[in-house]
């Protein structure tokens, strides 16, 4: 189905408070789906970061002046003005990266509103002022905040930053990726909606090779907070380091999911490929390494493949379809490449396959895929697909689990299921930032971000408003 909507097609960059046309040419949106264009953007150039930094530094002493209190009020109406504009965020994600549409009105366009509302509760838990013996310790702002943003979750992952850094006092350029940069438009006309004053949010778009080069170096730019791939985050942090500016990085995973021996084996096998399986396996947290004990290997991947096999995969805007495309066709190489290598190393096929889907040619459709009797040191098991790819390791105690779940560069997530004591015993023992036991809730309020490759810095809760602050001390 085609997705039209006149106002994505007269998109500009968003500089003090307005639509600003861009110095450059323009850069197409495909939709995955059909391969056609649904919008065009502004391929921005360093002078329109030069302008978007000056509205952001002129708006920000203003900004950092308001009370945290009030700045909070207007996070709880930003939420209620993207609330309102739900369908249209969700449907403009679903034509740009594939997302299907009943998932994109709950998880790509409500959780950033529930994000937004729940980081303006956290105003109360931060010590903008606390005593320390003779000294007054006051939280401000970093400052002029660039936040640089992947296609996977084109809102959350803005939101994620946008809230906590709007609540601390911060101004902010926002660079999207140029695979799903429309929801951005609609985030600005809620910014303004709510009542935020103009040049505290901007956003330039284009490449992260020109615009978001040009904001990592901006000698006026004082934090970069990234969220993307290993790769361009050590970019990142190089370029950054000429100006010493803070950095935080949401980066890749390659997380593991530990199933005991005491687990409920029929809840593990549905929640790992609810996990597995939502936003076409295209999410940083993703379970993408099944760990199970080696005797019960077989009866586990049987019932792993007869669940997988009721999952739909098909047009993004059918409201029964629980597998969309890939976000684009170079998505598609990537994730039918690491396909094809997983069978050349010898992994076992369970379930899926590379190639076109029949019936599906003209979309970046992909098979979901379960591989068995993976090798933990293999490509498939170390290297992040981003895709609907799951690789079943086996393990002969437990100690071993913990090592293989231990043993890639990566450290953002990892799941336990398991009696709860015993899954909390094995919690404690993963090298990763967050642990869901038993399919557990995600959780707004408590911090996000990565051990060793997959980051530095938290996101979400109060760790994640603290990133986005500095601490004077002021003695008496
Ligand atoms: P990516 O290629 O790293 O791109 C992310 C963003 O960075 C895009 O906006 C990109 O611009 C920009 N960028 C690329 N190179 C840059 C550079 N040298 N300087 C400044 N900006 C640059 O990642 P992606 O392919 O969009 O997203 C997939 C990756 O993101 C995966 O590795 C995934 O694990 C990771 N991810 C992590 C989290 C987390 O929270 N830890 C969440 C979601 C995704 P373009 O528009 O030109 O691409
Ligand atoms: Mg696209």
Same mark, same amino acid.
């Given at each position: 189905m085609t997705y039209t909507h /006149?106002?994505? &097609?007269t998109y500009g960059h968003w500089i003090d408070g307005t639509t600003v046309p861009g110095q450059g040419g323009t850069n197409d949106v495909i939709n995955p789906a059909t391969g056609e264009t649904v919008a065009a953007v502004p391929a921005g150039t360093a002078a329109d970061v030069d302008r978007a930094v000056a509205s952001a530094r002129a708006a920000l002493p203003g900004w950092a002046a308001v009370e945290p209190s009030d700045r909070a009020a207007l996070l709880r109406r930003l939420a209620e003005e993207l609330t309102a504009r739900n369908e249209d965020i969700a449907q403009a994600i679903t034509a740009e990266m594939g997302a299907p549409i009943a998932f994109s009105r709950l998880g790509q366009a409500g959780f950033p509103a529930l994000v937004t509302s729940a980081t303006a509760e956290l105003e109360s838990d931060v010590a903008w002022t606390e005593k320390v013996g003779n000294s007054v310790l006051v939280r401000e702002p970093v400052g002029v905040v660039g936040a640089i943003t992947p296609w996977n979750f084109p809102l959350q992952q803005v939101m994620t930053k946008v809230a906590p850094a709007l609540l601390a006092g911060n101004t902010i350029v926002l660079k999207p990726a140029e695979l799903a940069p429309l929801s951005t438009r609609f985030l600005a006309e809620a910014v303004a909606a709510a009542g935020i004053p103009a040049g505290v949010f901007n956003v330039v778009y284009g490449s992260g090779s020109v615009v978001g080069e040009a904001l990592v170096a901006h000698p006026d730019v004082d934090m970069i907070s990234f969220t993307g791939s290993t790769q361009a985050g050590r970019r990142i942090s190089t370029v950054a380091a000429n100006t010493i500016k803070r950095v935080g990085l949401e980066l890749g995973g390659k997380s593991a999911n530990i199933v005991l021996d005491d687990a409920d084996i029929d809840s593990a096998v549905q929640q790992t490929l609810v996990n597995s399986w939502t936003n076409a396996g295209q999410a940083c947290g993703a379970w993408t390494r099944l760990l199970v004990p080696a005797r019960r290997q077989a009866e586990i991947v049987q019932k792993l493949k007869a669940a997988a096999e009721q999952y739909s995969v098909g047009d993004?805007?059918? /409201? &029964?379809?629980?597998v969309g495309p890939l976000a684009s066709e170079g998505q598609w190489e990537r994730v039918n490449s690491y396909i094809e290598r997983g069978i050349a190393d010898g992994a076992t096929l369970v379930t899926g396959g590379p190639g076109r889907i029949p019936g599906l040619e003209h979309g970046a459709y992909i098979r979901p895929t379960i591989f068995a009797d993976v090798d933990p040191n293999s490509v498939i098991a170390q290297e /992040?697909?981003?895709?609907p790819v799951l690789s079943v390791i086996a393990y002969e105690d437990e100690d071993e689990a913990v090592s293989i779940a231990n043993g890639t560069v990566y450290g953002l997530t990892g799941a336990v299921f398991g009696a709860q004591d015993h899954a909390l015993s094995i919690a404690r023992r993963m090298e990763v930032g967050q642990v869901y036991i038993n399919g557990a809730d995600f959780n707004p309020l408590a911090p996000f971000g990565g051990y060793k490759q997959s980051g530095t810095g938290r996101e979400l809760g109060r760790a994640g408003v603290e990133e986005f602050t500095e601490v004077k001390a002021i003695q008496l």
């Open positions: /006149e106002h994505l &097609s993004p805007t059918d /409201e &029964s379809v629980r /992040e697909i981003f895709g």
